[in-house]
């Protein structure tokens, strides 16, 4: 197991116990989604700092991913920013271009991680990742994104992909996993 994979083992171990936590103490499932993207993007500084000599394109692009996914959502405002503003940008269109911005560099990240598959089938799935994902992005279906990330990871599992992006797919694809869950209880 890589740095990398235990960073990301241990940051699921504790996002998951602190609902079991939660679970036991008051009765009910209570995952702590609102941090979700925050500490998506700062296990992602830390890989760069773990890999700073190796940086390339598909750095940025799953940086843009993760930065772009952090101020999408509306917990990260709310902590900068006063109600009176908050009001203002969440009746503006500034957050769903924010999230048009996360999906496109969740598609740019997506083709330029698997271009290296040889497998038709595999590619086949690429294809089916960015349509699946463009589809809950459209009809706004969390469901469907989660689903790309499992594909994404699936994918990149059997096509033996960079260990490290892999690692942190994984990491969000539990997180909204967790997310998704939650919504449902």
């Given amino acids: 197991m890589i740095r990398e994979e235990r960073t990301v083992f241990l940051t699921i171990l504790t996002f998951v116990l602190y ?14 989604f ?37 101020l999408s959502h509306q917990f990260i405002w709310s902590i900068f920013l006063p109600n009176e503003k908050l009001e203002l940008l969440f009746t503006g269109i500034m ?48 469901i469907l994104e989660v689903l790309s990330f499992f594909i994404l990871y699936f994918i990149s599992w059997k096509a033996n992909l960079n260990q490290i992006f892999r690692s942190l ?10 997310k998704f869950l939650m919504s449902l209880f």
């Fill in 34 to 70: 609102p941090l979700n993207e925050i500490a998506v993007f700062i296990v992602f500084l830390y890989f760069v700092y773990l890999n700073k000599k190796k940086l390339d394109v598909i750095w940025m692009a799953v940086g843009l991913v993760c930065f772009f996914k952090l």
């Fill in 95 to 142: 957050t769903d271009i924010l999230y048009l911005l996360y999906s496109i560099s969740f598609i740019v990240f997506t083709i330029l991680y698997t271009k290296s598959i040889e497998n038709k089938n595999l590619l086949f799935t690429r294809i089916g990742i960015l349509i699946i994902f463009s589809l809950g992005v459209l009809i706004n279906q969390p």
């Fill in 169 to 178: 797919i994984c990491l969000i694809l539990v997180l909204d996993t967790g």
């Fill in 19 to 32: 609902s079991f936590i939660q679970l036991w103490e008051k009765g009910t499932f209570i995952f702590p």
